[in-house]
């Protein structure tokens, strides 16, 4: 079981979803990296980090167009990516993005109030989560279709703020995008580096505030 203890006035533990939670993001490459080739791009995994790692569609669309042999649109690109992003959903029905180590971490959390806070939009992540059976771990969600303004503005964390009753807490995040938004929003901002890490990454991160 993992606890907080008294001595430290965390309250408040916030996940990104994909590239996190899930292991989705090697997923979105592929899809991105098959959509843009026609165009004569190029999409390496590292280009996609830099480029749209954490970001919505059209930033990802803003970023690629200068290396492309024509216009990336999202009204001449919506069919493509709409099939994409049910394709991700299908893989993910098949086999879970969450790891089973992540499952039993989130179940064993107590003392906090725990949220998550994602670009994706509500349909793509909720069935996941049930399906991992952790739909129920999480006291509140932000999802990309809650939002005006994305990471790395700080709007995404002000909502989580305001819906989890929290000023501050710990954020886990795999992007820069993410990392920026939640360092905004008065949050401390944790970075992932694989989705396989998380639970010792917590696990070294509440040591570290219980012994402060």
């Known amino acids: 079981m993992i606890e907080k203890t008294k001595r430290n006035g965390t309250r408040a533990i916030i996940f990104d979803y994909d590239g996190v939670l899930a292991d989705t993001e090697p997923l979105y ?4 990296a ?14 996609y980090c830099r480029l749209g790692r954490g970001r919505r569609d059209e ?4 970023s690629l167009s200068p290396f492309a042999s024509a216009p990336l649109r999202r009204a001449d690109l919506e069919q493509q990516i709409e099939q994409g992003k049910q394709k991700i959903r299908e893989w993910c029905a098949q086999k879970s993005p969450i790891d089973r180590e992540t499952v039993q971490m989130l179940k064993e959390l107590r003392g906090f109030r725990i949220g998550m806070v994602t670009s994706s939009d509500r349909e793509a992540v909720e069935s996941v ?3 991992a059976g952790i ?6 969600c932000v999802y990309g279709d809650d939002l005006h303004r994305h990471k790395p503005h700080p709007e995404p964390y002000l909502l989580m703020a305001e819906r989890l009753g929290v000023q501050t807490g710990l954020a886990f995040e795999d992007s820069e995008a993410g990392l920026a938004s939640a360092r905004a929003a008065g949050f401390t901002a944790i970075p992932v580096d694989a989705p396989v890490r998380l639970p010792a990454i917590v696990q070294e991160s509440l040591s570290r505030l219980n012994h402060c």
């Open 29 to 32: 490459w592929k899809t991105w």
């Open 34 to 47: 098959g959509l843009v080739a026609p165009y004569g791009v190029r999409l390496s995994w590292e280009d």
């Open 59 to 62: 930033h990802m669309l803003e």
């Open 129 to 131: 989560l049930r399906a």
């Open 135 to 140: 739909d129920g771990c999480f006291a509140a």
